[in-house]
């Protein structure tokens, strides 16, 4: 059983900001990808920041040289810092990572349960 825990969500006015962590915990062998993404009411879930299977990082548009994804591998925790936040950044911010159980075993999606971000104007 893998799980994906998020912590750091809440309430902040615009331009202000937040640190979201993600910490994953459980029988894992090995974390491919690992990232951010948010769901804004009504709309569909988009990716906001992730490390890519090869390492690289992947960031959506808007959230460019506001938002800083970073990990801790031996924690097996992703953060995001989010900084100059606006109000079209609220929404749920789930995590996300693809896991394997062990060396021989397929890589699977987990995602986290979500933690809320409300940017108020």
């Known amino acids: 059983q893998v799980q994906l825990v998020e912590s750091g969500g809440g309430l902040v006015q615009a331009g202000g900001s937040l640190r979201l962590s993600c910490a994953a915990s459980?029988?894992?062998?090995?974390?491919?990808?690992m990232g951010w993404y948010r769901q804004a009411p009504g709309k569909r879930r988009e990716l906001v920041a992730t490390?890519?299977?090869?390492?690289?990082?992947n960031y959506v548009e808007p959230v460019k040289g506001r938002f800083t994804i970073s990990r801790d591998s031996a924690k097996k925790t992703v953060y995001l810092q989010m900084n100059s936040l606006k109000p079209e950044d609220t929404a749920v911010y789930y995590c996300?990572?693809?896991?394997?159980?062990?060396?021989?075993?397929?890589?699977?999606?987990?995602w986290g349960q979500g933690t809320q971000v409300t940017v108020s104007s």
């Open positions: 490390f890519t299977s090869d390492g690289s990082i």
């Open positions: 459980g029988s894992i062998f090995s974390i491919n990808a």
């Open positions: 996300n990572a693809a896991v394997r159980v062990s060396l021989i075993s397929a890589w699977n999606t987990y």
